[in-house]
């Protein structure tokens, strides 16, 4: 039988303070505001004084993920400083065979279709969709709907006015397939680069939580943007849930 161990997944952006990773140990141990990786047989655990320490998955009762956010963000270093804390929560389950949300307890996430901007052809467009679902499903911390299985549901359950992703609201999408958080954006191609711009929809309110993008030099290069961009929105996503992890 395999043990059951719990991992509290709490993805937060705080703009007033600093806040990092809390590892709680099964002798009651608690160690706050450090960085954790988690690996095949064990957690690698960087502390606020910048030494590392190791410890077997059997010592840790749960983690508290959470990426550091620098406050304020004044130059493109912290820019990219918190893009790299937001990765580091994105990949923490990914080497971890043993450690993953129950099914149940995962964030519902759609990805819709991204409209082709000038110059971008449809069947890209349509690739890009399908390398973020995949690598946003490689996170371990989503529920990801893919796109044929929306295009049944709005042919199914769908009014004269909601039959297709382009005619109708993410919101109203969301409702019909019971997604928590929607992926919208656009491609864009410049000089034979392309630009991948997204919003991350909150579909409670249908508000705009974040938006994140990503560059992809050539056509060769999709699969890197489109794994850079899904990490980007796994880690931004703001939400707090617990979930038993096998």
């Known amino acids: ?23 709680f140990f099964q002798n009651g141990k608690v160690l706050e505001n450090v960085r954790t990786k988690i690996k095949r047989d064990s957690v690698s655990i960087l502390l606020p004084n910048d030494k590392s320490e190791n410890y077997p998955k059997t010592a840790i009762k749960r983690i508290q993920l959470r990426p550091v956010q620098l406050t304020p963000i004044k130059t493109e270093a912290d820019k990219l400083a918190y893009e790299r804390e937001k990765i580091r929560v994105a990949e923490a389950l990914q080497e971890s065979a043993d450690w993953e949300p129950l099914e149940s307890e995962k964030l519902k996430v759609a ?24 690598n946003l499903v490689k996170t371990k911390l989503f529920s990801v709907i893919d796109r044929r299985s929306v295009d049944r549901t709005l042919s199914s359950k769908g009014d004269a006015s909601c039959k297709s992703v382009k005619e109708c609201d993410p919101k109203k999408i969301a409702e019909l397939i019971g997604a928590a958080k929607v992926v919208t954006g656009i491609v864009t191609k410049v000089k034979g680069k392309y630009f991948i711009n997204g919003n991350i929809v909150n579909a409670k309110t249908n508000t705009i939580d974040f938006a994140e993008s990503s560059l992809a030099e050539s056509p060769t290069k999709f699969q890197e943007a489109s794994e850079y961009f899904a990490k980007k929105v796994a880690g931004g996503i703001l939400v707090i849930y617990d979930a038993n992890v096998t």
């Open 1 to 23: 039988m395999k043990r059951k161990w719990k991992l509290i997944l709490g993805l937060l952006i705080s703009y007033s303070t600093i806040q990092a990773d809390i590892v």
């Open 111 to 134: 990805v819709l279709n991204l409209q082709a901007g000038k110059g971008v052809e449809e069947g890209e467009v349509e690739t890009i969709d399908e390398l973020i679902s995949i």
